[in-house]
C-alpha cells in the first residue's frame, strides 16, 4: 500500500533520501526491493505525472515581428514614409520602406534563434527503462515511470529519473553533465549528511546521467519536473533574458537621437512657418531633415560589423549563435570559466611518483630511462599501477592514446608507456588469481598475481587505508618496519601532493608465503610493504596561463567556478594565477548559508568557487550582475545551461558540451579553450571600436545636414537639398562608407584597455563633442557655398547640385578622420583598410556619374558641374580634416600618436 504521505509530487519533495537509510526511503514511499504493483504504478502515474521535462510554447512569430518596429528612430522613418507618400514623393517613401524592412528582417532572423534550450534537455530522456514490479522485470518506457518504482542500472545505461540506491556493485556514474567533474564518481548505499552538495551525495543518482561500469538498484525518488534535470529546465525558464550591453546602448542611442530630431524637426517647421513658408514646403523639409538626421544605414552597419567579427571568431574556434554576443565579450568585466575541460586538458596525467624517498617527474623521464627491474623502487611502483588496474589503453600516436575504462587507472598506463614499460606485456607476464574490485566503502583495489610458482599480492588505494594494512616500507635503506615517524611522514608527503591539485593514491605489494587458495574469496589485503604515492591531476591547458594574463592587463576579472573539490580548484587556481595559493575559496555548501546580499560582497574579492551546483553558479553569475559587472560563463554541462542563459555571454563547449549547453549559449568554443574566450574578447572590442566610429562618421555628417537646414530657414533660404539628394548621401555615398568601416582591423592594443563601463554610450561625450564641431563646420561652409552658387548664377538645381556634392566630399575626407576616436588620421596607411580606400573612391566616382547621366539628373534633380566648381568643393571639404586633427591633438595629444 502507498504511504498516505504521499499526496503530492511537492510533499514528495520535501524530504531528503540521500540523508535517509534506504529502508526508511522505501517506507516513505510506499515501495520495497521487490517494487511496486502494476496497479499502484498506474494510480501513481496519473496521480504524479508523466516522467517527462513539459515543452515550452514556442515565441509569437508576430509578437516579434511587432517587436523589431519599438524604437523612436523607426518611428521617425515611419512618420517620414506616411508624410512622403502622402505628398505624393513616392522614390523617396520606396526607399524608406525598404530601409524599414531591412532592419525588420535583420532583427526578426536575430531573434527568432533564441527558447531552443528545454528542448535539447527532452532529448536526454531516457526512452526505456528496467523496473521491477509485481517481483518481476518489465523494460517500459522511461515516461512511464513514477515514484517508488525500483530501477535496475547497469553499465552504459543512461539513469532516467532521479533514484536513491539500495544496491551498488562496482558501480561508477559519469555525472560531469550536472557537476563538472570529468572523473566517474563511485556509488554506495549509506545515508549521507543532508547538507551535503549534489556531487557528494554517493548514494543518489541523478536523470540524464550514463553509468560508466558496474551495477546497481534504486527506488525512484523523483521523476519529470521534480529531477534535478527537470529543475534545471525550469531554471531556464525563469530566466529572464536581459538585454545585451550593445542592445542597452543602441536604445539610449536611439532615444537621444529620435529626441533630438524629433525637436529638431518642430523647431525647424515652426520657424519656418513664422517666416512665411507654406506648410507644404515645412513638411518637406523637415522629412528631409528627419531623413538626413536618421543614420538608415546604422541597422546594416552594425549587422556587418558583427558579421565580420563572427568570421574572424570562427576562425579562431569561437563560433556565434548570437550577433549581438559579439560586442558583448568585447565588454565584459568578469569571466566565470569551468575548470575540466576548459582551463585544463580534461584528461587526468600522472605527474609524480614518490617511492624510497625520491621524487620521480613522469613528463621528465626519458624513454627507456630507468631498465625494468621489479626491485627498483620506481618499477615496483609502476607494476603495482598496471595490475591493480582494469583500464585499456593503446598508443595511437605521439601523446594520443585511445582510452577505455577510468580515466584514472587509464593515466596510470599511460605512466608506464611514458617510462617504456609495456602494461599488456606485464599483465600477461602475471596472471590474475584473484581481485578485490574498488568500492568506496573499500577503498582500495587489490590483485593477486602469479610470478612463476609465488604469489604476489598488489594494493592501490587511498594513502591512509593502504598504509594502515601495511607493517613495513620501502626507503633509501630497504625494507623498514612502518612505524608512527615513518606513517607522518608518508601523510605529510600525501597532504603536500594534495595541496597542490594532485589526487593522490597509496601503492603497496606483499610476496606471499605460500600460494592463495582464492576459491572461497580474496582474503583482506594485510602484512603489506607500502611503496610510495602516486599523484595525479587534470593539468593546465597550454596557453591558457598567458590568457589570464592578458585578460588582467585588460581589466577582466578571470573566476573559477567548478564543481570539483576546494583543494583542486585552489591549487589550480593558483597555477593559472586566477588566485595567490592561500586563496579564500567558496565552497556550495557555504553558499547554501549566504544571503543574496552577502553573496554579493563576497563575489567582489573571490575568484575560486568549488563544489558548486546548477543553483549557485546562477547566484554567482546574479551576484555578479547585481555589482554592475558584465559577465561571460563557460560550461559543458546541463547544470551549465542556467547560467549560461542568464549570463551577459554564455560560452558553451563544441567539442565536449551537451546539446542543452549549446543551445543555451551565445558562444561555443570549437576547442574547448579557454584561449578561445580571450581571443573572442579581442574581437568584440574591435567589433564595438569599428561600430562607435562607424556610428560617430553618421551622426555626424547627419548633424550637419540637420543644421545646415535649420540656418537656412532662419536665414530665409531655398531648401539647400531636396529629400531624395539626402536619401542618395545616407544610403548611396555616405552608405559605401560606413559599411567600409566595418572591415577596420584591430590593433593589438586594445587588449590594454580597461573593458567600456556598462553604462557608456555607443558615442563617447569625446565624439559628441566631435560631432558638434564637424556639424557645424559642414553646414556653413555647405551653405555658404550654396548661397554663393544660387546668388550668382540665380539657379536653384546648380546650388542644389553644389551643395549636394560639397557633402559628398565632406564625408569622402571625413571617413579618413572617423577611423580612429583618438589616433591622427595620417598615422593610419589608407591600405591597412583597402575596402575603406575603394569605398571612398568608389563613392566619389558614383556621385561624379551621377550628375551626368540623364535617368539619375531626373531623379535627383541635379545637372553636371564643371571642375572649377569641384575644387571649390573639394578645398571646402578638406578643411574637416584640419579641424579634427587639432580636436584630437588639444584633447589628448599622446593618444593622437599612440591611441587605438
Known sequence: MPNPTIETPETLREFAPHAMPAEAVAQRLGTSPNGLSVEEARRRLQQFGANEIEAIKPISIPALILHQFASPLIYILLAAAVVTLLLGEYIDAAVIAAVLVLNATIGFIQEYRAEKSVRALMQLTAPHARVIRDGAEHDIESRALVPGDVVLLESGARVPADIRLFQATALQVDESMLTGESVAVYKQVAPIPEDAPLGDRANM??????????????????????????????????????????????????????????????????????????????????????????????????????????????????????????????????????????????????????????????????????????????????????????????????????????????????????????????????????????????????????????????????????????????????????????????????????????????????????????????????????????????????????????????????????????????????????????????????????????????????????????????????????????????????????????????????????????????????????????????????????????????????????????????????????????LWLNLVTNGLQDIAMAFEPGDKRIMRQKPRPRDEGIISPLLWERTAIVGLLIAVLTLWLFHYEYTTTGSLTRAQTIALTTVVLFQNFHVGNARSEFRSAFLLSPLRNPFLLIAAIAATAVHALALYLPLTQFVLRVEPIELEAWVRSALAALSVVVVVEAHKWLRHPKLAREGV
Open 205 to 726: 543518482v541523478f536523470s540524464g546521467t550514463i553509468v560508466a561500469s558496474g551495477r546497481g538498484r534504486g527506488y525512484v525518488v523523483a521523476t519529470g519536473a521534480h529531477t534535478e534535470l527537470g529543475k534545471i529546465a525550469g531554471s531556464m525558464r525563469e530566466q529572464r533574458v536581459d538585454e545585451t550591453p550593445l542592445q542597452a546602448r543602441m536604445r539610449r542611442f536611439a532615444h537621444t537621437v529620435g529626441m533630438v530630431i524629433g525637436v529638431s524637426c518642430a523647431v525647424i517647421f515652426a520657424l519656418g512657418l513664422a517666416v512665411g513658408n507654406s506648410v507644404v514646403d515645412m513638411f518637406k523639409v523637415v522629412v528631409g531633415v528627419a531623413v538626413a538626421a536618421v543614420p538608415e544605414g546604422l541597422p546594416i552597419v552594425l549587422t556587418i560589423t558583427l558579421a565580420l567579427r563572427v568570421s574572424a571568431m570562427a576562425k579562431r574556434n569561437a563560433l556565434v549563435r548570437r550577433l549581438h554576443a559579439v560586442e558583448t565579450l568585447g565588454s565584459t568585466t568578469v569571466i566565470g570559466s569551468d575548470k575540466t575541460g576548459t582551463l585544463t586538458e580534461n584528461r587526468m596525467t600522472v605527474q609524480e611518483y614518490w617511492t624510497a624517498g625520491e621524487w620521480y617527474r613522469v613528463h621528465a623521464l626519458e624513454r627507456g630511462a630507468i631498465p625494468y627491474d621489479d626491485q627498483h623502487p620506481f618499477v615496483l611502483a609502476l607494476l603495482t599501477s598496471v595490475l591493480t588496474n582494469e583500464a585499456h589503453v593503446r598508443r595511437i600516436g605521439e601523446d594520443e592514446y585511445e582510452i577505455h575504462g577510468d580515466p584514472t587507472e587509464a593515466a596510470l598506463l599511460i605512466a608506464a608507456l611514458k617510462a617504456g614499460f609495456d602494461h599488456d606485456e606485464w599483465r600477461a607476464q602475471h596472471p590474475v588469481v584473484g581481485e578485490i574490485p574498488f568500492e568506496p566503502e573499500l577503498q582500495y583495489s587489490a590483485s593477486i598475481r602469479a610470478r612463476g610458482d609465488e604469489h604476489w599480492m598488489f594494493v592501490k588505494g587511498a594513502p591512509e587505508r593502504v598504509m594502515g594494512m601495511a607493517t613495513r616500507w620501502l626507503t633509501p635503506d630497504g625494507e623498514l618496519p612502518l612505524d608512527a615517524d615513518a606513517q607522518r611522514t608518508i601523510m605529510a608527503h600525501a597532504a603536500d601532493m594534495a595541496q597542490r591539485g594532485l589526487r593522490v593514491l597509496g601503492l603497496a605489494y606483499r610476496r606471499c608465503d605460500e600460494p592463495i587458495d582464492t576459491r572461497a574469496g580474496v582474503p583482506q589485503p594485510s602484512a603489506l610493504v607500502f611503496i610510495g604515492l602516486v599523484g595525479m591531476v587534470d593539468p593546465p591547458r597550454a596557453g591558457v596561463l598567458e590568457a589570464i594574463q592578458e585578460c588582467h592587463q585588460a581589466g577582466i576579472r578571470v573566476l573559477m567556478i567548478t564543481g570539483d573539490h576546494a583543494a583542486t580548484a585552489r591549487a589550480i587556481a593558483a597555477q593559472l594565477h586566477i588566485a595567490p595559493p592561500d586563496a579564500e575559496v567558496i565552497t556550495g555548501a557555504e553558499m547554501e548559508r549566504l544571503s543574496d546580499e552577502e553573496l554579493r560582497e563576497r563575489v567582489r574579492t573571490v575568484n575560486v568557487f568549488a563544489r558548486v551546483s546548477p543553483e549557485h553558479k546562477l547566484r554567482v553569475v546574479r551576484a555578479l550582475q547585481a555589482n554592475g559587472e558584465t559577465v561571460a560563463v563557460t560550461g559543458d554541462g546541463v547544470n551549465d545551461a542556467p547560467a549560461l542563459k542568464a549570463a551577459d555571454v554564455g560560452v558553451a563547449m563544441g567539442k565536449s558540451g551537451t546539446d542543452v549547453a549549446r543551445e543555451a549559449a551565445d558562444i561555443v568554443l570549437a576547442d574547448d579553450n579557454f584561449v578561445s574566450i580571450r581571443n573572442a574578447v579581442e574581437e568584440g572590442r574591435v567589433a564595438f571600436k569599428n561600430l562607435r566610429n562607424a556610428t560617430f562618421f553618421l551622426i555626424s555628417t547627419g548633424a550637419g545636414s540637420v543644421l545646415m537646414f535649420l540656418f537656412a530657414v532662419l536665414l530665409g533660404m531655398p531648401m539647400p537639398m531636396l529629400p531624395a539628394q539626402l
